[in-house]
């Protein structure tokens, strides 16, 4: 299932897209073809304003595939730039002799592509490229395996193997007959340049951006016949967007996941905001039974290791609206990464302040006191871990707190393990983002990073894949790129005053949401998989048993010890960092067993 496949050693010029089968793109609503005399196009995803593209260009809204060969022969690339809504694009134009691959400004329908031998292959998913014939993904990369551990998921656009790569968001690839080499084209970044408009424009202007994202997409949906809902968690993104859901269409119905675990059913807040706004509301409690249930769909949906562990949440979630006759669930994704809402936002702030502390001071007698004073009380304690981590240089003090970051790899990994990865940087893709960010401002430079990593690496693959699987559409409005343009030109102090989280959106939204929502601090639909390691039988016999048993095939990869250790202090602290640390493991575990079943020659590794 692939958009191209070329190969130009030869000289091979391109043929018509409807030559290369199968096709369309392989995700969930299929896809369109066109195939014209001069251009040809496969075409995945959803164009909100498509119908307004057409009116300009006297077209039929009926064939998007269609709509994109037209936007290209007036536009050429810059076509990209006028679409609104996700999507997968290949382009082939018969006249250059010469494919445009692109993927969405947020990578909501993402591209991977292999590119060796002369030989380019594009497609929305690895095992897509994996099952062709004669494909050589490269090996496993280890580098690839300590992101993976430090990060729940891999940083793109490297993928586990090798040879394979992640298209990066907003960007498009093009591949010329004459050159086999991809050369990839940025046609949208997220711009920070602030338009000081004034606190009181910004408080008219969020509550109104996000109505229209919300608008678009249930004018979209309705006008396909598919019924809509809403994730529910009572957090404000997903409150804002079930409440602006209720508003334009006159009624919502409202979906939310609850635990049997203290510190992690979040009903309430979802009751009080499905009252709130008069919701046809509906709960599903998730159960440790619900989770070794759903271990087939993850390794079903994951083509390499992915620990996000509210995947299992997000997919009976979806599977209970979709028994409820919904089609399309509308999420709140981005809207923490856009206006500020987590909680090492307020934490970054805290450490920078440390460092508006005249330098002479700090080096010459802050520092040397506290590593002198002993630790005879825990503010003592604190006070040292405070100076420690404030001293760390972003971004990587941003990620301090990660395994790998905390751990260490010589306490992670074998001494096998750790020489394959040949110095490998596992903050290096970090670095890189934070100095293209295009901005100084901390803040804004942190949203980078979690835009380009949490939201597209992590949240969305969790929430793509799993509503996938379940047989549901899902849509963002807060990503739509009016309203994450409109939030990048915030000063920053709209978005984190002080230590106060998403001050402008709050503040913006009182009156409409509920005030309870507003106070009520991030948390989601986190599953307690690490409570459950500990306390619930079924659960903990099938973890020990990937793990600890004889079979564990990822053991060659551990330090000696390192697998009865984790379980171990898991055990004395009931810590969520080891109980994290343990899933992520099993996902690795269970990913690398069915993948080494397969006869792809891709399982060979430098150890191997």
Known sequence: MYALLANTNDGTTFASLSSFSPLPWA??????????????????????????????????????????????????????????????????????????????????????????????????????????????????????????????????????????????????MTISGANPAPRLTCYYDLDYTVENAGEERYRALVPSAI?????????????????????????????????????????VKSFSIGFDEPGYNELDYARIAARHFGAEHHEYMV?????????????????????????????FCARFARDHGVDTMLAGDGGDEIFGGNERYAAGRVFSAYHQVPKLLRKGFIEPLVALAPVVHPVIGKGKKYVSRANIPQPDRFYSYNPVAALGVDAIFSPDFVRQLGGHDTNAWARELWN????????NRLLYLDMKHTVTDNDLRKVNGMTAKAGMRVAYPFLDHRLVDLAGRMPSDLKVRGTYLRYIFKESLKGFLPPEVIAKQKHGFGLPIGVWVRTKGNISEFVRDALLGPSCSIRPWLRDGFLEDIFRIHGETGASFYGDIIWNLLMMELWNMRTANTDHHQRRTHAD
Request: hydrophobic share 40%.
């Open 27 to 172: 995700m969930i609503g299929g896809g369109e073809e066109y195939d014209g005399e001069t251009v040809s196009v496969a075409f995945d995803g959803t164009i909100y304003n498509a119908r307004d593209l057409a009116r300009e260009l006297s077209l039929e809204p009926d064939n998007t595939a269609r709509l994109i060969a037209a936007l290209y022969e007036r536009h050429g690339l810059d076509l990209f730039t006028r679409l609104n809504g996700p999507c997968a694009v290949c382009i082939v134009d018969k006249r250059q002799n010469t494919a445009h691959v692109a993927t969405d400004r947020y990578g909501i329908n993402p591209v991977v592509y292999l590119a060796n031998g002369g030989r380019v292959i594009c497609a929305p998913r690895i095992r897509d490229i994996l099952a062709l014939p004669s494909v050589d993904p490269g090996g496993i990369d280890p580098g690839a395996l300590v992101d993976y551990l430090n990060f729940s998921a891999i940083p793109g656009p490297r993928t586990v193997y090798r040879n394979l790569r992640m298209l990066p968001p907003g960007h498009v």
């Open 211 to 251: 109505e229209e994202a919300v608008r678009v997409i249930l004018d979209t949906e309705a006008a396909a016949g598919r019924q809509v809902g809403t994730f529910l968690s009572g957090g404000t993104d997903s409150s804002t967007v079930t409440g602006m859901v209720k508003k334009l269409a006159g009624s």
């Open 287 to 315: 159960t440790p039974n619900d989770v070794l249930a759903a271990i087939d769909a993850l390794l079903d949906v994951y083509d390499e290791p992915f620990g996000n562990a509210s995947a299992i949440p997000s997919y």
């Open 436 to 443: 293209a960010a295009g901005t100084d401002d901390e803040l």
